[in-house]
Nanobody, 124 residues
Framework: QVQLVESGGGLVQTGGSLRLSCAAS????????RAWFRQAPGKEREFVAS????????NYADSVKGRFTISRDNAKNSVYLQMNSLKPEDTAVYYC?????????????????WGQGTQVTVSS
């Protein structure tokens, strides 16, 4: 069974940092593009960041550029999201996703596999 499992969410104050992790199991994801999306209460899910395989290309939403960094460890089938200088508007459920090609896409429809999400709450 294919699984993506996120971890690392929590409550942090404005200006703080968190590191999200997403571990894949059930099949080999090493050649797949990976991404993070998020969904705030009452809003649609939106793109945050993506990374190609093996990791040479990254894309970021304008709202997180310069603050968030996506990376991957292909030996561990894992992807990470380092989030610095967090703001209250970053509060959301964060989802990791995987797609069946190696590119770093930013459209939700490109991604076939999804995790259950991890809550990130930034207090003001």
């Amino acid at each position: 069974q294919v699984q993506l499992v996120e971890s690392g969410g929590g409550l942090v104050q404005t200006g703080g940092s968190l590191r999200l992790s997403c571990a894949a199991s059930g099949r080999t994801f090493s050649m797949y593009g990976r991404a993070w999306f998020r969904q705030a209460p009452g809003k649609e899910r939106e793109f945050v960041a993506s990374i190609s395989w093996p990791g040479g290309t990254t894309n970021y939403a304008d709202s997180v550029k310069g603050r968030f960094t996506i990376s991957r460890d292909n030996a561990k089938n894992s992807v990470y999201l380092q989030m610095n200088s967090l703001k209250p508007e970053d509060t959301a459920v964060y989802y990791c996703a995987a797609k069946r090609d190696s590119s770093a896409g930013s459209y939700e429809g490109e991604y076939m596999y999804w995790g259950q999400g991890t809550q990130v709450t930034v207090s003001s």
